[in-house]
Structure formats: C-alpha cells, structure tokens
C-alpha cells in the first residue's frame, strides 16, 4: 500500500489496541503503543532510501528483506525496545505484541498488491503478489479516515475500529470474488492462458490483464466483465547469442528480469549502437509501456549504457541513458 495508507492504518490499529485490557487500562502502554503502531506500519518501508542508489538496487530489494519474516520479527524488538527506554512504566510484553502486530500487518496488506512482496523469505524468495487491491485503494483509505474521524469526535475507538476491520474483511472478501469474476472471463476469452495477471487500478471496477498463452501474450483492460484486448505478441523465447548473453549480464537487466514475470524483447539496430530492451506488458497506460530495461551497446558488444524503471518520455529516457553511461 501507499504510505498515507500505511499511516492511517497505524492509527487505526493504534485505537484498536485499546481492545486489550493491558494497554486500555494504563496510559503509558497505550501511550507507546500508539506510537509502535504508527512508526510499525511505516518502518518495513524504510528500504525506499535505496532509490536514491539506482533503481536497478531498489527494484531488487524494496519489499524484499525489509518484509520478510526475520525482518518483522527484528522490527519489532526493535521498536518495543526503543520505546520502552522512552516509556518505562509500560508493559514491555504488550507494547512487543503490538508492535509486531502492527509490522506484519504492513507485510499481509502489502501481499494484495500486484507489486506484492518477498514475505516468505528466506523460506522462498518468490514475490507473492495477490492482485485484489490498488497501491492507493480510495476505499481502504477513506474507511480508515471516517473511523479516525469518529475517534477525534469521542466515539470509542475500540468499537469504531471494530467494525472497521470487520468491513474491511468484507472489501477484501468481495474483492476476492470480483477477481475470480475477471480471471473466468479471461479464461473464456483465452482458453490456452497459462497465467494471467490482474493489476487493479484506482478505479473500482477496472483492471489491467496481462496474460501468458502458449504462443502469445495478450494484454488487455476490463471494465467489469467486459474485456478489451488491446495489444497481442509473439511469444518469442530470449536468443541464445553473445548479445543477448551480455544484456543479461548487466544489473539494470538483472533487476528488471529478477522482478517482472511476464515481458517482451526487441533489438534496435542505430547506426550507431544497438538496443535490447524487455518491457514489463503489466502496466500498460495510455498506448504505452512505462516499465522496462534497455542496454545500449556499440557494434562490438561493448556496453554504453543501461537503465531499467518507469520512464514516460522517450526524452527522458535518453537523458537517462546519458546519465547511466558505463
């Protein structure tokens, strides 16, 4: 999720800890947990400093070891421990409970996304990407803002916040269904889909599809059950060649191959240079494909230069490519 979700969600979850006898009955406690809650809905977060490397280090590892298992687990003892230097009267034990509670709850609702996350590592370093729910979910956000308002204006957040979670579970369930929907439907439409991808957008209803057949991939939007098959290609298996070899050598490569699971390639030959590029068929917007990798390389394979990330302006796509020269 997006971080004023992250933000809104820490506060709820702050209100809903008052559940607990231990931190309802003793300021202190509740006091610090507020806190726990808020900076532990933020904190798995922390990893979006890598982009001030490159992109090629924050595609490969933002939600990757910040959200895995041992990560939430360290967060926590770390946050319940700085807070309890701070407030040394409160329960140590439950001031820990919610911290974690409030790390992995970061962690679980980041799942849904389409970007998804690696939470099972070192388990898996598979990235588990549900696709039910938009990076920004105005609903999401939005619940959570009534429930807060209602807390500011006296309600009780323990039952405000209880019947916030208990809707929310049903948005999801719901969701789930709506998804279910649209992938039957892509299925009719593509009979031989090995895998389909769903990307929700802002919009309740509307989805981005990227689907992988024996021979093609489809990309597609739908609004409801109604499909729109937008763009078709070959699917054509990388070549086994010294270029191709080079490319895939090249860290910019690496971390785009290493994160998107469906994608296609082209080579454009410059008079003088040569192109490879793989561009992710997921985030399709506006007649283009804003996330891909180039390598741009001379004649005799020499390597000039490599980007991958979003990029929407073929002009700054070359200033990029000026700027990541080898």
């Known amino acids: 999720m997006d971080t004023g979700t ?30 726990a809650a808020i900076v532990g809905s ?31 687990i360290l967060w926590s003892i770390l946050i319940s421990m700085t807070l309890y230097f701070i407030f040394p009267e409160a329960n140590l034990f439950h001031l820990w ?10 962690v679980f609702v980041d799942i849904f996304n389409a970007y998804g996350t ?36 006296g309600g009780d957040p323990r039952i405000i916040f209880t019947v916030v979670y208990m809707i929310l579970i049903g948005y999801y369930l719901y969701r789930f269904a709506l998804r279910k929907a649209v ?20 919009k309740f209803f509307q989805w981005r599809v990227a689907v992988i057949a024996e021979n093609k991939f489809y990309v597609a939007r739908v609004y409801k059950r109604n499909i729109v098959l937008l763009d078709e290609f070959n699917r054509v298996p990388l070549p086994d060649n010294s270029m191709m070899d080079i490319a895939k050598k090249d860290k910019n490569i690496q ?9 296609r390639w082209e080579i ?21 494909y804003p996330f ?33 020269t080898i």
């Open 6 to 35: 992250h933000i809104v969600m820490g506060i709820a979850l702050g209100g809903f800890a008052l559940v607990d006898p231990v931190v309802y009955n003793d300021p202190a406690t509740a006091q610090s947990v507020l806190i």
């Open 42 to 72: 933020q904190i798995p977060d922390i990893d979006t400093v890598l982009k001030l490397r490159n992109n090629a280090v924050y595609i490969r590892n933002h939600r990757g070891i910040t959200h895995s298992v041992p990560a939430v």
């Open 97 to 106: 409970l919610w911290s974690f509670i409030a790390v992995a709850l970061h």
């Open 118 to 153: 690696q939470a099972l590592r070192p388990f898996s370093s598979k990235w588990v990407a549900l696709g039910w729910i938009n990076t920004f979910d105005p609903i999401i956000f939005g619940i959570h803002i009534i429930g807060i308002l209602f807390w500011i204006f």
């Open 183 to 202: 992938i039957q439907s892509i299925k009719r439409l593509v009979p031989d889909a090995e895998k389909i991808i769903l990307n929700p957008t802002i």
């Open 255 to 263: 971390a785009f191959l290493s994160f998107s699971p469906v994608y």
């Open 268 to 288: 454009e030959e410059e008079p003088s240079h040569i192109e490879v590029r793989f561009i992710d068929l997921r985030y399709r917007s506006k007649d283009h």
């Open 292 to 324: 891909f990798a180039i390598i741009k390389m001379d004649y005799n394979l020499n390597v000039l230069s490599s980007y991958t990330g979003w990029i929407y302006n073929k002009d700054k796509l070359r200033k990029k490519l000026e700027l990541n």
